[in-house]
């Protein structure tokens, strides 16, 4: 299914949709701030076994991130974090970055794996962060990567449809994405390394 939602004022009763969908485990193709994402509900452990069937990877060994709607979630997944990392965050989220984090004990559990760091997402996209308020935890995602060597990222959210109709249970037209991804931040040494520079410029 391929179901148009306007960025500017989401239809509650689309948003509603989306939500009964990820509550039933199906896997969904949602826009960000950045390029569109992959993803489903962070508690339905067989949809990321599905997720990590389409991208072609191990669960364990995927370095899928986590889309909140705000930082007040965090704490349910990470180790405490340190005041100047958490106001340099609040700085600059909602936003085009990934944040790695130390994960804490419920981490490993979710993904069935060793994981001990957790890549953290708020977009500054009001659909995503809307779906995610409307669900009432965190959204588990991965990048839509194309195929061609130079266009690495698909903007247009009829051609993912055309291409993942077969696999994935909804595609939301939320308008054409961006081709750069987030600026990914490592803070799990304490002091923020900027370790993939993308659309996000980070304000200290």
């Known amino acids: 299914m391929l179901l148009k939602i306007y960025e500017e004022n989401p239809a509650p009763?689309?948003?509603?949709?989306?939500?009964?969908?990820?509550?039933?485990?199906?896997?969904?193709?949602?826009?960000?701030?950045?390029?569109?994402?992959l993803g489903c509900s962070l508690n339905q452990t067989k949809s990321v076994d599905r997720i990590a069937k389409i991208k072609g990877t191990k669960k364990e060994k995927a370095n899928f991130s986590i889309i909140f709607n705000n930082l007040s979630m965090l704490s349910e997944f990470t180790k405490p974090i340190e005041n100047h990392l958490f106001k340099l965050m609040r700085k600059n989220l909602p936003g085009p970055f990934t944040f790695i984090l130390n994960a804490n004990n419920k981490v490993p559990k979710l993904f069935q794996s060793k994981k001990k760091t957790i890549g953290i997402r708020i977009p500054n996209n009001s659909i995503i962060t809307t779906i995610v308020e409307e669900l009432g935890h965190p959204v588990l995602t991965t990048s839509i990567r194309d195929e061609d060597q130079?266009?690495?990222?698909?903007?247009?959210?009829?051609?993912?449809?055309?291409?993942?109709?077969?696999?994935?249970?909804?595609?939301?037209?939320?308008?054409?994405?961006d081709n750069e991804a987030s600026t990914v931040v490592d803070c799990t040494s304490g002091e923020p390394i900027i370790i993939r520079q993308g659309k996000g410029i980070l304000q200290e």
């Open 150 to 177: 130079v266009i690495e990222y698909t903007t247009d959210p009829e051609l993912i449809f055309e291409k993942y109709s077969s696999l994935v249970d909804l595609v939301i037209n939320g308008g054409y994405g």
């Open 13 to 37: 009763r689309h948003i509603k949709k989306v939500v009964e969908c990820l509550n039933n485990g199906d896997i969904v193709i949602f826009p960000t701030d950045t390029i569109y994402g």
